[in-house]
């Protein structure tokens, strides 16, 4: 072949492309993300500082004290015999209970049990949409059971779930994970299939690559931005699917105070005193939608499909 | 109108700040008169497809901007027309046709509708006669059964006849100019030289102006009246076709012919190392079927048998959909073929289980066609390549010792090894694919398309390269292509395959000379630019 004039041996090194903005500062410069980060840290704050900001025990009945309307005060008799003027900011429940420590009290349970079921179904449904997305001949029969999953309403398998053990933290939270798990797996099947046709795949595999450090070194790691997506979505989903549950009193046992009970208790009495519905409803959409607008901002950034062009 | 069409002058496009450079395009001026085909040609990057897309109006808001100069379509100013006015001239006056007609086209609307949308945006003709309109100009572009090919969906046609669709949307309302965008590279050969001749045909029936985008010099020799060379933004050089092929003076445009390869394969030696691959009767059926669905099953390779010798290089040639990328994922075992044998060394591996298949991996490296996509973007280029071969139990320092070794075979510097793959050009990555290969010590190397990808003056050093080591460590090479002039460079004999059938075996001198199946020869009609003899000149 005649020598192309400039075939001369090209040892060019690398030139650096120009930096891109990283993800950290793009995130930063998202009205949603930054919004939903602000108020979930407000909301797990309260949480954690629940004992300091609590005016009072969250389980303690003061039957001289019930159906107080918001900012009413009342005197209680505290362990040690003194008595104290208690401001009861959110009013008081039939049993004389302080709905405001309730509700302080009630952000742990709700952000506990949506975090967890993030990652518990995050993680069930990675390893399975994995297996499903890698090893064609268990495709369709794990697919084939995620449909099955999902032809059932969600809350409707969560009753199911919590009516066959006894009602705790553990299976509420076993209870919203299992209908959560196919819409992991499905995304993760979709992304595994089409990295696995990745030339640089293939490439690993001619190389010799074993199965599984293929998987983790090569495949892995495209999961990770779309699964926190998801994995926002799931959270914001479990905390109102926990609070239903125990609005519908299949829940988290009522003494424990969550969001669900607490709605679930002022449901009687809702049009005299709305108060009780009021406010953990208010903490509820709050938490729900600034959870749910954490993970628009982060679909908008870490998913180059979402990508606005021009 | 006497004038030219089309006029740009001292064309300037911003490119965003943090750009590797100013300006897209910087004082570019060019002109396409009445009835002539202007051919813009460049390699990646040098700005061709953004003087095209300013002339449409069609440049990214906000990331490209027209810094200065002006476009005149037939004396009128399409920089400082409205959007309303922009939108008037767009169809009526000039049109343009894309590189891809599957993704141009909507495929939700038939394809008549979506012709006869133009007519219903921009005349008041009734129903009955757009639809006559609809159906001539479907006629002149020579689409078979124009009638039924009205209510056909896109993905009803093969690439070809979605192209005579684009193009007779362009031209159904007459417009002065026509701006083609490389449309024909996703096509075949022998449905490129069709498309090409119904271009021409069709500005010479018209009397339309051409603006034609290409990176391939054989359709330039086969289309192109004038042409346009561009480099990194700047016209390089202009003239007639004639002119510029057979006597450039610019040093950038001498580079590109040269770098064409020609149609003339060199006399070569027949090889005579052992046999390092051999396949008997391989077959592989694609079928499919579920629980629930039909059984389909296409052939995609039917009693392939080829036999590569150490230090040979055997090329299958042959158009998309011929099982040529099949029987070669078939060899590397990336898929399982149906039946047949694959005997690499003595051994046949065509059924081996993966488990004891791991160590033939060793044996037979690929190099893919889509060096974006090849490497892993999250890992250094360094991790791409000790991958391998510590895979088979070398210490990471021994292989990172042999990785610089590699890296400097195919010319980059050692110390490039922990950068990643977005910080390389595509000619650099393919190097990487290579050394990343070559890391294996392999007996056999596959290159499916491994050239297809890259600039033509890219694609001279990569092949290069690939002889280099095919000789340096006495290589089998299996190197696919669908473009006969790398062929013809590159092997020693080749395999035509059409429809998963191999028709036609033998040394490339004498297949090229003396080609005995018809489709081999409609192949070597079809080569663009083939009757054209490209200047050489140092």
Redesign the interface.
């Given at each position: 072949?005649?020598a192309?004039?400039?075939?001369s041996?090209?040892?060019?090194?690398?030139?650096?492309?120009?930096?891109k903005p990283t993800v950290w500062r793009k995130l930063l410069r998202s009205p949603n993300v930054v919004v939903g980060v602000a108020i979930v840290l407000v909301m797990v704050c309260i949480g954690l500082i629940a004992p300091l900001i609590a005016t009072s025990d969250p389980t303690a009945i003061n039957p001289g004290a019930r159906n107080r309307v918001p900012m009413a005060t009342s005197t209680m008799r505290m362990d040690d015999g003194t008595r104290a003027t208690v401001t009861h900011y959110m009013g008081t429940d039939t049993l004389g209970r302080d709905v405001f420590s309730r509700v302080v009290y009630g952000a742990r349970v709700s952000i506990f049990i949506g975090i967890s079921v993030a990652i518990l179904s995050v993680s069930i449904g990675l390893v399975i949409g994995m297996a499903a997305g890698y090893f064609r001949w268990l495709d369709?029969i794990i697919m084939?059971i995620m449909d099955g999953l999902m032809a059932i309403p969600a809350i409707l398998l969560a009753i199911a779930v919590v009516s066959l053990s006894r009602a705790g933290l553990a299976s509420v939270i076993i209870a919203i994970v299992v209908p959560e798990v196919p819409r992991v797996v499905r995304l993760v099947r979709s992304v595994v299939l089409s990295v696995r046709e990745?030339?640089?795949v293939?490439?690993?595999?001619?190389?010799?690559?074993?199965?599984l450090?293929l998987i983790i070194?090569?495949i892995l790691?495209n999961t990770v931005a779309p699964l926190i997506v998801q994995g926002t979505f799931i959270c914001a989903s479990a905390i109102l699917v926990e609070a239903i549950l125990s609005f519908l009193g299949i829940g988290i046992p009522p003494d424990v105070p969550t969001w669900g009970n607490i709605m679930a208790e002022g449901r009687q009495l809702f049009r005299i005193f709305p108060h009780n519905i009021l406010y953990p409803g208010i903490f509820l959409a709050l938490t729900v939608l600034a959870v749910n607008m954490l993970g628009d901002g982060l679909r908008d950034t870490l998913d180059p499909k979402m990508e606005k062009?021009? | 109108m006497t004038g030219p069409i089309l006029e740009i002058r001292n064309l300037t496009v911003q490119l965003p700040k943090g750009a590797d450079r100013k300006f897209a395009v910087e004082n570019v001026s060019l002109t396409v008169n009445p009835g002539e085909i202007v051919c813009v040609v460049g390699e990646s990057g040098s700005g061709k497809s953004v003087s095209s897309h300013a002339v449409m109006g069609l440049l990214p808001k906000g990331q490209l901007t027209v810094a200065g100069g002006e476009i005149l379509l037939e004396g009128e100013n399409v920089l400082k027309a409205s959007a309303n006015r922009l939108r008037d001239l767009r169809g009526t006056r000039m049109s343009m046709i894309f590189q891809e007609p599957m993704t141009a086209l909507n495929p939700v609307v038939t394809c008549g509708e979506q012709i006869d949308e133009v007519l219903r945006i921009h005349t008041d003709l009734p129903a009955t006669e757009r639809k006559e309109k609809v159906i001539a100009v479907m006629e002149s572009v020579r689409l078979p059964d124009p009638i039924k090919m009205y209510d056909a969906y896109p993905h009803q046609l093969s690439g070809g006849q979605r192209q005579r669709i684009m193009i007779a949307q362009a031209l159904v309302l007459d417009p002065a100019l026509l701006i083609a965008d490389e449309p024909t590279t996703a096509l075949d050969v022998t449905t490129q030289a069709q498309i090409l001749k119904l271009v021409a045909e069709m500005q010479e029936r018209r009397g339309t102006g051409v603006l034609f985008i290409t990176h391939d010099f054989g359709v330039v020799a086969e289309i192109a009246h004038r042409v346009v060379v561009m480099q990194k933004g700047h016209v390089v050089e202009t003239g007639t076709a004639t002119e510029v092929l057979t006597n450039p003076q610019h040093p950038y445009t001498k580079m590109l012919i040269n770098a064409v390869p020609t149609l003339t394969p060199p006399q070569r030696e027949d090889r005579t190392g052992e046999v390092a691959l051999e396949t008997v009767k391989l077959c592989k059926v694609y079928g499919g079927g579920g629980f629930f669905q039909k059984k389909r099953e296409v052939r995609a390779a039917a009693d392939v048998e080829i036999r590569v010798r150490r230090g040979e290089t055997l090329g299958i040639v042959g158009e998309s959909g011929s099982g040529k990328s099949t029987v070669a994922r078939c060899i590397a075992r990336l898929i399982e073929p149906t039946s047949g044998g694959i005997v690499v060394g003595n051994m046949d591996i065509a059924k081996l289980p993966e488990r004891q298949l791991r160590p033939h991996r060793k044996h037979c490296q690929i190099v893919f066609q889509d060096p974006y996509r090849s490497l892993n973007p999250r890992r250094s280029v360094g991790a791409s390549i000790i991958e391998g071969p510590m895979n088979f139990g070398m210490s990471e320092a021994d292989a990172v010792a042999k990785a610089r070794d590699l890296m400097k075979l195919v010319g980059l510097s050692p110390d490039a090894l922990d950068r990643y793959p977005h910080q390389f050009s595509g000619g650099q990555r393919q190097r990487i694919c290579i050394a990343r290969a070559l890391a294996m010590e392999p007996e056999i190397l596959i290159a499916d398309e491994a050239v297809s990808a890259l600039d033509v003056s890219v694609q001279a050093q990569v092949l290069d390269l690939l002889d280099d080591v095919r000789k340096k460590f006495d290589l089998a090479v299996l190197f696919i292509t669908h473009d006969l002039r790398v062929a013809a460079q590159i092997c020693d004999r080749i395999a035509v395959m059409q429809n998963g059938v191999v028709v036609e075996h033998g040394r490339t001198a004498e297949v090229f000379a003396n080609p005995q199946h018809a489709y081999t020869r409609s192949l070597f009609e079809a080569a663009p630019g083939r009757n054209f003899q490209f200047a050489r000149v140092a």
């Open positions: 072949m005649t192309p004039a400039s075939s041996p090209v040892a060019e090194t690398a030139v650096p492309l120009p930096a369709s084939r990745e030339p640089y293939e490439a690993a595999v001619t190389a010799g690559t074993p199965t450090k070194r090569h790691p062009r021009g | -």
